[in-house]
């Protein structure tokens, strides 16, 4: 089969190829899935877990991407709860071959059905950005209806996916971003915005819940705007400050089926809606991987027409 193959870590996206790899198997609980579109987050070049499996050994050349959308081909033994010809959408193990491929191998559960009027371009853009904003929403950050949330790079593909849950949840959202950023996390649900380019973070006032996907500096000082009993949720590693009276939580996202089929369901009747740049084929891959320009959206590659 065709796929995007990486080999050298410090090349980055730059040592992208096109190469034919052997089709893979299902194994126990797995499926093997016809991949019809797939999503990457260049991050991922950074993860030990693309270079390495679970014991530590290395697995290049490796195959990157972890968010597909396709149709079920194979079933592995013991596999249950899906089945040939179904259209699936989800996110892949981080430690194994990827969706930059023509097919993959996939954990059973950690895919869900994708309804036949959604995309499959769509379903590839919805695994990772949809299902962090979830968990961080709702598992680690426990959101409530009337709580005001700060959300950073509210224009972007994870924070437009928490502003328009959190909107829909009954928060009152404040969105951050550049100033090029305003109309678009205001047209994604954000009441308020901050330019943190040329406007005064703090004068947000204190907040029940900080979404932070910065970091550094902006994470530091988000802390301090977070209310006693309030959380502080990141997915930008170890949080270097904490709130004074309230939680500080990192996460890493995982897969979960019901929390898909209800991420499925708000796009299906519009009250989601995911952020989509590029479209590219697979031939064309590396050179969307590594545009000339900056890119608004996420980059999704058509693996099928």
């Given at each position: 089969?065709?796929?995007?193959?990486?080999?050298?870590?410090?090349?980055?996206?730059?040592?992208?190829?096109?190469?034919?790899?052997?089709?893979?198997?299902?194994?126990?609980?797995?499926?093997?899935?016809?991949?019809?579109?797939?999503?990457?987050?260049?991050?991922?070049?950074?993860?030990?877990?693309?270079?390495?499996?679970?014991?530590?050994?290395?697995?290049?050349?490796?195959?990157?991407?972890?968010?597909?959308?396709?149709?079920?081909?194979?079933?592995?033994?013991?596999?249950?709860?899906?089945?040939?010809?179904?259209?699936?959408?989800?996110?892949?193990?981080?430690?194994?071959?990827?969706?930059?491929?023509?097919?993959?191998?996939?954990?059973?559960?950690?895919?869900?059905?994708?309804?036949?009027?959604?995309?499959?371009?769509?379903?590839?853009?919805?695994?990772?950005?949809?299902?962090?904003?979830?968990?961080?929403?709702?598992?680690?950050?426990r959101l409530q209806a009337g709580q005001s949330v700060l959300v950073h790079g509210a224009a972007g593909?994870?924070?437009?996916?928490?502003?328009?849950?959190?909107?829909?949840?009954?928060?009152?959202?404040?969105?951050?971003?550049?100033?090029?950023?305003?109309?678009?996390?205001?047209?994604?649900?954000?009441?308020?915005?901050?330019?943190?380019?040329?406007?005064?973070?703090?004068?947000?006032?204190?907040?029940?819940?900080?979404?932070?996907?910065?970091?550094?500096?902006?994470?530091?000082?988000?802390?301090?705007?977070?209310?006693?009993?309030?959380?502080?949720?990141?997915?930008?590693?170890?949080?270097?400050?904490?709130?004074?009276?309230?939680?500080?939580?990192?996460f890493v996202v995982v897969s979960d089926r019901a929390q898909l089929g209800e991420i499925a369901r708000?796009v299906r009747d519009g009250r989601l809606r995911t952020v989509i740049g590029t479209v590219a084929t697979?031939?064309?891959?590396?050179?969307?991987?590594?545009?000339?320009?900056?890119?608004?959206?996420?980059?999704?590659?058509?693996?099928?027409?």
């Open positions: 089969m065709k796929a995007i193959v990486v080999t050298d870590q410090a090349a980055g996206t730059a040592g992208m190829t096109l190469a034919e790899r052997p089709d893979p198997e299902a194994a126990g609980n797995d499926v093997l899935v016809q991949v019809h579109a797939s999503g990457f987050t260049p991050g991922e070049l950074t993860w030990p877990s693309t270079w390495t499996d679970r014991l530590g050994r290395d697995r290049t050349p490796s195959i990157p991407g972890h968010e597909l959308a396709g149709v079920v081909s194979a079933l592995g033994y013991g596999t249950t709860g899906l089945s040939v010809g179904q259209r699936v959408f989800g996110l892949t193990d981080w430690t194994r071959d990827g969706t930059l491929a023509e097919y993959a191998a996939v954990e059973a559960r950690n895919l869900a059905p994708l309804p036949g009027d959604v995309d499959f371009t769509v379903g590839a853009s919805l695994p990772i950005s949809g299902l962090t904003a979830w968990q961080g929403l709702f598992e680690h950050g593909g994870v924070g437009s996916m928490v502003t328009q849950l959190a909107r829909e949840a009954g928060a009152y959202v404040v969105g951050t971003g550049r100033a090029v950023d305003r109309q678009t996390a205001l047209d994604f649900g954000a009441q308020e915005f901050v330019d943190l380019e040329n406007d005064v973070l703090e004068d947000v006032g204190g907040v029940g819940l900080v979404f932070d996907v910065f970091g550094g500096d902006i994470g530091r000082r988000s802390a301090g705007l977070v209310r006693a009993g309030g959380t502080l949720v990141t997915i930008a590693g170890p949080p270097e400050a904490r709130p004074v009276d309230g939680l500080a939580i990192d708000r697979l031939d064309d891959a590396v050179a969307a991987f590594n545009p000339t320009e900056r890119v608004r959206g996420k980059t999704i590659i058509r693996v099928r027409p």
